[in-house]
């Protein structure tokens, strides 16, 4: 979990995607990290995976911004992966989208 957030620091990114043979498994947030940190979690022998949310809702690169703010509030999450026939392509997040929103 250390390296969970050193990376997470190091990318400048509030989330990273947990993989399993490749496939995004999962998503592990700096929220998670806290929360980790605040009920006493080793954090040396806590895996990504054991805190990840394993509630990981997918969109397309061709999703509107509309569908994927539709997406986040229908799934009460904040981060989106962007998956093309090929995988992983990016993440959206709740952050992002307010962007969108206000420009």
């Known amino acids: 979990m250390n390296q969970v957030a050193q990376r997470l ?17 999962a998503i592990i947030s700096e929220r998670d990290v806290v929360r980790a940190v605040a009920s006493g979690k080793d954090l040396d022998s806590t895996t990504a995976g054991e805190l990840g ?11 509107s911004i509309q569908s994927a703010t539709q997406l986040m509030l229908d799934h009460y999450v904040r981060h989106l992966l962007v998956e093309d026939e090929n995988g992983l392509v990016g993440i959206v997040s709740a952050r992002d989208l307010l962007g969108a929103y206000t420009t």
């Open 9 to 25: 620091v190091a990318e400048s990114v509030g989330a990273l995607v947990v993989t399993d043979d490749g496939r995004a498994a």
């Open 53 to 63: 949310s394993h509630r990981v809702v997918r969109c397309t690169p061709d999703t």
